[in-house]
């Protein structure tokens, strides 16, 4: 996007963990714990060095592993200690998680169909759409209320955690995160908020460091 932000304006980049062993063989993670696998070191390594080059001011992170590993990563880049947020984490996925999606989809073939279109919500036990995002805003309030106007933040947070905020974040109805794909593993988000209280405003989404 070609507009400048405002001097004022503080800058947020929310950025998805790397791959894990699970995200390769397409099971569920929720809440459980998965630590990055090869890719996932290599894809965190890389992204690592592209927000280094933002000049970050503060840097937070999900507590989860996958979350943190990748954090360890930007930290070593940027020389900032990461503070670590429950209420970044991914969604609680109750007892879907673990599952494969071949076996959730014999459990549970139309909650399937719908969880694959990224509606988190027809999950029996599970959290909500406006409960994660719910959560997940709480925290940028806090992580950006940390740092002065013209700065720049990065929350390392999940995938559905991320994109189901980021309608809220710029004043849409958190229905409409159907219209944003999933993010791919190391992908960012740009936003800013020109001041406190203000929506966001999307910069980029899905953004990538080229392979």
Known sequence: MSAEVGTGSRRLILLRHGQTAWNA??????????????????????VAVAVAAMAPAALWSSDSVRARQTAAY??????????????????????????????????????????????????????????????????????????????LAVAVSHGAAIRDAVPVLVGWPVTERAALHGLDNCAWVELDQPAPGAAFRMRAYNRVVPA
């Open 74 to 151: 930007v930290a070593k880049e940027t020389g900032l200690d990461p503070t670590y947020d429950a209420r970044l984490r991914e969604y609680f996925l109750a007892d879907r998680q673990g599952l494969t999606h071949d076996e959730y989809a014999a459990l549970a073939p139309e909650e399937f169909a719908a969880f694959r279109l990224g509606d988190f919500d027809v999950v029996p036990g599970g959290e909500t759409a406006a409960q994660v995002s719910g959560r997940v805003i709480a925290a940028v309030g806090d992580l950006l209320a940390s740092i002065d106007p013209g700065e």
């Open 25 to 46: 063989a397409r099971r569920v993670q929720g809440q459980l714990e998965a630590e990055l696998d090869d890719s996932g070191h290599r894809q965190a390594a890389a």
